[in-house]
């Protein structure tokens, strides 16, 4: 087998996450072309490294065990995160989070998607136990911010807010996946656009804004809930018809809530070359500018200003 073919067979395990599998066997690349075993089936690291000694560096599962193994990864890293939960540590959650939904936000598959909707659930679920997490999560500031880190953010914040405004439980949950995922179209956008260094030219911004039907069409292939697809392709359309795809006017409530919170976080997270990210009150008057164009749902500007200003 050559180099290349070997490669694409293996998966390399982040160090952080080498306790967690049991199951799933571990290998070590002993030439460029082939692996043998390391940590055979049903067996935790830190027996075969008591045995043996230090573990070769880097260890890869194999794609035949793929499934196994995120099942293993996210059990442990919820795990890790009700810890992180319990002790009230944002920036550990923060962390865990980017860790247990990178691969929903980069390859929305049914198994990543339906094992980050249990991790959703968990969240809320625990919402009121730990609000204060929850309320700081945001503004743990993370340099490495990716569509994964966008989306947790989005995605906090929409939890909050659904609390605030005392939707149901399972609303929250809903709203909290729906967020979660609104950006999962980008996964299929060059990465030169993605991470342009210098505002989009007005072909890439075009190219940009297909992530909305290419969010839409992944979500709609692993038949997740209607309104959770609906958010991926609607996000983006402003109530006086200005955005996009459809420029349309009218459009699913999840997608106003989030539409909105998705700008919010966009200019209070993220540097850019371009400009600066600005503090909470700033943001939130550059968009009532925009309020006023029609752009936004005025009833959400409302209660976002009011769950913003909430004492934590």
Same mark, same amino acid.
């Given at each position: 087998?050559? +180099?290349?073919?070997?490669?694409?067979?293996?998966?390399?395990?982040?160090?952080? %996450?080498?306790? &967690?599998?049991?199951?799933?066997?571990?290998?070590?690349?002993?030439?460029?072309?082939?692996?043998?075993?390391?940590?055979?089936?049903?067996?935790?690291?830190?027996?075969? !490294?008591?045995?043996? $000694?230090? %573990?070769?560096?880097?260890? &890869?599962? *194999?794609?035949?065990?793929?499934?196994?193994?995120?099942?293993?990864?996210?059990?442990?890293?919820? +795990?890790?995160? $009700?810890?992180?939960?319990?002790?009230?540590?944002?920036?550990?959650?923060?962390?865990?989070? =980017?860790?247990?939904?990178?691969?929903?936000?980069? @390859?929305?598959?049914?198994?990543?998607?339906?094992?980050?909707? $249990?991790?959703?659930? !968990?969240?809320?679920?625990?919402?009121?136990?730990?609000?204060?997490?929850?309320?700081?999560?945001?503004?743990? =500031?993370?340099?490495?911010?990716?569509?994964?880190?966008? @989306?947790?953010? =989005?995605?906090?914040?929409?939890?909050?807010?659904g609390f605030y405004c005392q939707y149901s439980l399972s609303q929250c949950k809903e709203l909290g996946l729906a967020a979660l995922l609104h950006d999962v179209g980008k996964t299929e956008v060059s990465t030169h656009v993605l991470k342009a260094p210098r505002r989009l030219t007005d072909h890439e911004f075009e190219v940009m804004k297909q992530h909305t039907i290419r969010g839409y069409r992944l979500l709609s292939q692993n038949l997740l809930p209607r309104e959770t697809c609906l958010t991926a392709l609607q996000?983006?359309?402003?109530?006086?018809?200005?955005?996009?795809?459809? $420029?349309?006017?009218?459009?699913?409530?999840?997608?106003?809530?989030?539409?909105?919170?998705?700008? &919010?976080?966009?200019?209070?997270? *993220? +540097? !850019?070359?371009?400009?600066?990210?600005? !503090?909470?009150?700033?943001?939130?008057?550059?968009?009532?500018?925009?309020?006023?164009?029609?752009?936004?749902?005025?009833?959400?500007?409302?209660?976002?200003?009011?769950?913003?200003?909430?004492?934590?």
């Amino acid at each position: 087998m050559d +180099e290349v073919t070997a490669l694409k067979n293996m998966v390399r395990v982040k160090s952080a %996450h080498l306790r &967690f599998f049991w199951e799933t066997p571990l290998y070590y690349r002993c030439d460029p072309s082939s692996f043998d075993l390391y940590k055979p089936k049903f067996m935790f690291i830190d027996e075969v !490294r008591r045995a043996s $000694g230090a %573990h070769p560096d880097p260890l &890869f599962y *194999h794609t035949e065990d793929k499934q196994r193994a995120l099942r293993e990864m996210q059990f442990g890293l919820n +795990e890790k995160l $009700g810890e992180f939960m319990a002790s009230n540590d944002p920036a550990g959650v923060k962390e865990t989070l =980017v860790d247990l939904f990178q691969d929903a936000v980069r @390859s929305p598959t049914s198994e990543n998607v339906e094992m980050a909707a $249990g991790t959703v659930n !968990r969240l809320v679920d625990d919402y009121l136990k730990n609000e204060n997490v929850i309320n700081t999560l945001v503004s743990v =500031v993370t340099t490495d911010y990716t569509t994964a880190v966008h @989306s947790i953010n =989005v995605m906090t914040l929409t939890i909050r807010f659904g609390f605030y405004c005392q939707y149901s439980l399972s609303q929250c949950k809903e709203l909290g996946l729906a967020a979660l995922l609104h950006d999962v179209g980008k996964t299929e956008v060059s990465t030169h656009v993605l991470k342009a260094p210098r505002r989009l030219t007005d072909h890439e911004f075009e190219v940009m804004k297909q992530h909305t039907i290419r969010g839409y069409r992944l979500l709609s292939q692993n038949l997740l809930p209607r309104e959770t697809c609906l958010t991926a392709l609607q996000h983006h359309e402003r109530v006086n018809g200005s955005g996009y795809p459809f $420029g349309a006017t009218s459009f699913c409530w999840p997608a106003e809530v989030i539409g909105f919170i998705d700008c &919010f976080e966009a200019i209070t997270c *993220h +540097e !850019r070359p371009y400009r600066a990210a600005l !503090r909470p009150y700033p943001a939130l008057w550059k968009i009532r500018n925009e309020l006023f164009s029609g752009k936004f749902n005025k009833e959400v500007f409302r209660q976002f200003v009011l769950n913003l200003a909430k004492k934590k």
